[in-house]
């Protein structure tokens, strides 16, 4: 697909991210906070880290079912998670990250 980060804008309304695995990173998590969908996840230390405390969670099939459905039935609810996710993807924008590890090199390098 060429566009993949475009077609998920277009075609999806939520993500969910299953992966009970140890993930370095969940950047398929990421790149769909980014399009401003409201992501649910596996409940795991990189999920925390990257959906934020406030993020939407489950541990069960039953947790997650029910999460979909409120996300569906409630527009506020709906709407407040989007922008949620749209907000918090902004923390791992590259320039910010870029920056954090400059100062991280320029502490090392100072010492």
């Known amino acids: 697909m060429e566009d993949p980060i475009g077609y998920m804008k277009e075609h999806s309304s939520v993500f969910v991210f ?8 969940g950047l398929s998590l990421l790149e769909a906070m980014s399009v401003g969908i409201p992501c649910i996840a596996y409940r795991s230390d990189i999920t925390k880290y990257v959906l934020g405390e ?6 069960t099939k039953e947790e997650l079912k029910d999460m979909i459905f409120r996300l569906k039935a409630d527009k506020t609810f709906y709407e407040e998670n989007a922008n949620y996710s749209l907000e918090r993807a902004k923390l791992f924008h590259k320039d910010l990250i870029k920056d954090m590890w400059e100062e991280i090199f320029t502490k090392t390098l100072d010492k």
């Open 54 to 59: 406030d993020g939407l969670f489950y541990s």
């Open 18 to 25: 299953t992966s009970k695995a140890k993930e370095a990173f």
